[in-house]
Structure formats: structure tokens, C-alpha cells
């Protein structure tokens, strides 16, 4: 008779580091799906990381394929004691390819991606990554107690953009605390987010389609904003705004941020007072497992939502010299061009 499965963990503490430099980044050159490697800098960015994260229990470690990622998580992973755990690769979390700009030095100005030719488009983009993000947090069994699981993801400057910034964060699936500011994505900066796992019934979980195939996006537990997000999303977005709005006015910010700020919230408050059975059915529409069930699970933010307790930290880097400035950068620090193609 085989062992009974342990529970699922109730939350998982997730570390998404960005590769280490590349001779690429230094040249201001778009990479995409270009298999490059880590420069000398990116590989003691790559050491020093691990290092950092040496005292920290890693349960798993996922990674890019492409080289300049894969070289990164297996400099975490050396640093971890002997239970470290094996590299897992996964396509999902590649960079976007960008086509005919791939190896072309990055120019800046009014280049447009999405009609590039060999052009990775934003949505089926983004659903690449809301697909490996759905697989991640969904798990077989109900949680008991408060496990925490901790995983390590290791990818690219714009596929983290854009699962933080098209999926995660305007969907409300994770808020920002105000002590958090958003930024770039650097080479091995950390983002460290506490998500709430998504508990699904073992008759599900059993089937051949897993919680993040593509043929079920519509119906995904964490949606891109293009799909659609649930309604009961909105509506906390909707008494977010109302708290911020509260702030700003007993803040000195300023008065424009203010007034926009305000008519958001108006414009709102006057669709719901018109319509109070469309408000109802918006709270009703909440976040939903693969198999039906509403996700019950909180961790302090509400069901089904997490938090970012860290945006794109480099502290851990401080010990290395800052790079040479390119020439063509006008005085900037080294960027990911890749992030910058819009």
C-alpha cells in the first residue's frame, strides 16, 4: 500500500530572480530567445546570489532553459546544502522572442513589437506565463496548517515584467504595499512574493488537463488582464482605491493625483448605487479552482490573494563594482533592453 500524499503547503514564498548580465545586456543588444551566455560580472552576480539565498530552505527551483538562466539557477543551487533540490525547466518561462530584433542592437524610440515580424505577441505572451503561474500555485488535496513552500523561479527582465505587471499585480492577484516600489527588473534582482495556494479536488487533479493548459484559459484561477479578470477582483480594486483615495487627501499629495483619483472612484460608486444587482453579481464572481470551488484560502489579503513583499531587491549585489556606463546610454546604468521593447 503506498503512502498517503502529504498536504499541500498553505502558501508559497516565491523568489523570482532575473539571469545574471550578458555580454548582450552590456551591449545594449535585444536577446529574445537568444541562447546566450553569462558574462564574468553575471556569473559573480550569479555566486553572490546564491550565496544570499544559501540559509534559505529551497523546496524547488525552476528555471528558463536558455542558458544565461539555467547558469544561474545552477549557481543557486550549489549553494544549497545537501537536500538541494533538482533544476526543473520549463519553456513557459523563457523570454519573449522578439523576432528580426533578436541580436540588433537596441535603438530606442518608436519601434513597434507587435507588428515585428517573428514578433512574440503580448496576450498569447502573457498566457504563456499565466499558464506556468496556474500550474504553479494549484495543488491536489486541501491544505492543512500553515506550510510554507518555498520556490525559486529563474527567468528573463521582460517574462517577469510581464507576470507581474499583465497578470499578477492588475489583476489583483497580489497587491503592492505601499512601502513596495515598483522598478525594472535588474540582472539577479529578487522579487519575493507570499501567494496563497489554490486547492483543487483529487478527481480533478487526476485528469489529463492541468490547471494551466491553454484549452481552460478562460476559466484559469489567475487570468491576464486581457482574459478578463473576476469580478470580485474589481470590486476590491474598487474599495482599494476608495482607501487610497482617503490617504491621498490627508497626505500632501497633489491636487490633479487627487481629483483623477477621485472621479475613478465617483464614476464607480455611481454605476454600483445605479445598478446595486450588478455590483452583487460582480462580488459573486470569485476566484474559482480548477474543479468549481470558490479558493477559500487567505493569508491576510483576502481569498485567493498574495502580496509582493519585494521588487527587483539588489542589496545582496552591493559588494561588486558598478559596471563601466556604455557610451550610448547617456549617463544611465546598464538596462534589460529586452523590458524596454514595447
Sequence with gaps: MSPKPAPPPTQLRVLIVRHGETRENVERIIQGQLDTDLNERGRQQAALTGHFLAPVHIDRIITSPLRRAADTAKAICAHQSSSRPELEYDDRLKERAFGVLQGKVY???????????????MQPFSERLASFWNDLVTREGKATGEKTETVVLVSHGAAISALMNQVLVPGRYCIVPPTVVPSRFWNCSITELL??????????????????????KQHWSVRPIHLGVQGSQF??????QKKLLERAKSSATTTDAVDQLQALVD??????????????QLEADTIKA?????????????????????????????????????????????????????
Excluded at 464607480?268 to 452583487?280: C, I, L, N, W
Aim: no cysteine.
Design 235 to 240: 470590486v476590491l480594486d474598487h474599495e482599494l
Design 195 to 216: 501567494v496563497p495556494v489554490i486547492s483543487t479536488s483529487a478527481a480533478d487533479a487526476s485528469t489529463t488537463v492541468s490547471p494551466g493548459d491553454l484549452s481552460r
Design 267 to 280: 464614476k464607480t460608486e455611481s454605476e454600483f448605487q445605479r445598478d446595486p444587482q450588478g455590483r452583487a
Design 290 to 342: 480548477p474543479d468549481g470551488s470558490t479558493v477559500e484560502n487567505d493569508i491576510g489579503y483576502g481569498k485567493a490573494i498574495g502580496v509582493v513583499e519585494q521588487w527587483s531587491n539588489v542589496d545582496h549585489l552591493k559588494e561588486l563594482e558598478a559596471p563601466p556606463t556604455p557610451a550610448s546610454s547617456n549617463g544611465a546604468s546598464n538596462v534589460n533592453v529586452d523590458e524596454l521593447v514595447k
Design 107 to 121: 535603438t530606442g524610440g518608436a519601434t513597434k513589437s507587435e507588428d515585428t515580424e517573428g514578433i512574440e505577441r
